[in-house]
């Protein structure tokens, strides 16, 4: 399931289970709509239990990643990331993508408070 929600200068992304067809697209309008912010923001993705996705999308996403990455830099105040089992190590991997904080967080609601405290 995705689903893209957006309140004031919050964003959240949510990419878990259970699958639903039409996932991979949805998640990549979902970053598509990220990367056309045009105001500052801060994010929070909530990933797991999701299949993995196609190599096709895989690539769309990396090729995001590498398109948005300066528009990002300049306007993402933060990336809060909640996943089962994810560590420094994988937050590692954003940060050597995006000049700004990359947090983890157990939660959605201390992903949102630490947003927020990103956002002050």
Do not use: H, N
Request: net charge neutral; glycine share 6%.
């Amino acid at each position: 399931m995705v689903a893209f929600e957006e309140t004031d200068d919050l964003v959240v992304l949510r990419y878990v289970a259970p699958p639903e067809p039409g996932d991979e697209t949805a998640y990549l309008d979902a970053l598509e709509r990220v990367g056309a912010r045009p105001a500052p923001f801060a994010l929070v993705m909530v990933l797991g239990g999701a299949a993995k996705m196609s190599a096709a999308s895989e690539r769309a996403q990396a090729l995001w990643f590498k398109r948005t990455r300066a528009d990002l830099d300049r306007r993402c105040r933060g990336l809060v990331i909640v996943r089962p089992g994810f560590g420094e190590a994988g937050a590692d991997v954003f940060r050597r993508l995006w000049a700004f904080p990359i947090r983890i967080a157990p939660d959605e609601a201390t992903a949102r408070a630490t947003a927020r405290s990103l956002l002050a």
